[in-house]
């Protein structure tokens, strides 16, 4: 599918008009980019995708010796373009270069143009032309230009990025959006005998981290991590999720941008899974994180009680072999402490055996789930056991409040 081409209708018509001022570039759900200009020519561009997730990695990328202590983060909540200002901020203390300044300009400005290619491709995106009178009033941000670039530069160099992409069918893949191992078992197969790889490939593709950050980690480009996972991608194994920016409490001001606002933090359920193989807990990691639940993997048994004790947690998946203390054991001192007498715990076992199953549900198991690891099982096994134990606690609650009345 071929880029609309509005975007460079837009850009190209601007030249020789010494226009100053801001297109706004929006999707149909409201998401939106912001593109500068003094005199026709780019100064910066932002919104889009994880505006402070993008201001830390460039920060790390290119400024990688700053102290953050440094960034007066308050002083720029007055300014529209925040991150804009603290450029500006950080070139007149002296604290980095103009070289560094123009890389995280000309990245910043290329990065969303990318991402506006990318929107075209998908949808139908509608373009707003704001003119300024003069320049840019003090609250923009934009008092002090950094660099002027010329629209054909720019653009010259994002359609390259954008046809390579559309050339290697990456189009579907968006490179802010964070991989995630949708089936760990199946993966774990396509990569018998090249263990190290595996294993970090589980430690990075855990739904918490973008591509185009992910590139950066691996020093890698972003057209080439997402080429080598394409095939993963199209086999199921591997999936894009979309993800949440990093919380920066900042006001802007004279644009809404959602990203921005903080929001209140709802309380997901928090499920622990105690097994002494690091294995089995990353596996248990991707597919509790992915379906929406805070995770805790304990490999230590020894340190699983205090931790269940100190957290809480809502369901608790517990290996029944394990060295020096066991399943049964943990199971038993976690039923004696009276809190815990209705959390569900389910027992992992290689060994689905009869013997094994009635000793669980003597020591006072919820459930038992086989070994290897099957994902849909899983899910199975938690939205089972937490609706049932919901039901527990509903079903006490009125028995205690049945009571209360009985005793008056």
Request: charged share 25%; hydrophobic share 40%; proline share 4%.
């Amino acid at each position: 599918m071929i880029s609309s081409g509005v975007l460079k209708e837009k850009l190209q018509s601007l030249q020789g008009k010494k226009f100053t001022g801001r297109i706004d570039i929006k999707k149909p759900n409201g998401e939106e980019w912001r593109l500068y200009f003094c005199l026709s020519r780019l100064i910066w561009a932002d919104g889009g995708y994880h505006p402070y997730r993008a201001w830390e990695r460039l920060l790390a990328k290119y400024c990688s010796n700053l102290d953050p202590h440094l960034i007066d983060i308050n002083k720029a909540k007055e300014f529209e373009c925040w991150n804009y200002y603290l450029i500006v901020s950080l070139l007149q203390r002296f604290l980095i270069t103009k070289e560094q300044a123009l890389l995280l300009v000309n990245e910043r400005i290329k990065q969303i143009l990318f991402d506006i290619y990318q929107g075209e491709n998908q949808q139908k995106l509608t373009y707003d032309l704001v003119n300024v009178e003069d320049n840019f009033p003090e609250e923009s941000g934009l008092k002090n230009s950094i660099t002027l670039l010329k629209i054909e530069t720019v653009l010259e160099e994002v359609e390259c990025q954008w046809q390579q992409w559309e050339n290697l069918g990456l189009t579907s893949w968006n490179p802010n959006f964070a991989p995630i191992i949708k089936n760990p078992v199946l993966l774990q197969q396509k990569f018998r005998g090249k263990e190290n790889t595996y294993r970090k490939l589980i430690s990075l593709l855990n739904g918490k981290y973008p591509l185009i950050e992910l590139a950066d980690t691996l020093n890698l480009t972003v057209l080439k991590i997402t080429v080598w996972l394409k095939p993963y991608f199209q086999q199921g194994l591997i999936a894009l999720i979309e993800i949440k920016d990093k919380p920066l409490d900042i006001t802007l001001i004279g644009v809404t941008n959602q990203n921005y606002k903080l929001t209140k933090t709802t309380h997901q359920q928090l499920i622990i899974c105690v097994d002494d193989s690091l294995q089995i807990c990353q596996i248990m990691q991707h597919i509790v994180c992915e379906a929406g639940y805070q995770y805790i993997g304990i490999q230590d048994p020894l340190k699983a009680l205090p931790q269940i004790l100190k957290k809480k947690p809502d369901l608790i998946f517990l290996d029944l072999v394990m060295p020096i203390v066991n399943g049964y054991e943990i199971c038993s001192q976690i039923r004696r402490v009276s809190g815990f007498k209705d959390t569900p715990i389910i027992i992992l076992t290689s060994n689905d055996g009869m013997i094994d199953r009635v000793r669980s549900k003597i020591v006072g198991a919820s459930g038992f789930l086989g070994k290897p690891i099957d994902q849909e099982k899983v899910l199975a096994k938690i939205k089972s056991s937490l609706r049932s134990n919901k039901s527990l606690k509903s079903h006490n609650s009125s028995v205690f409040e049945l009571s209360s009345d009985t005793d008056t």
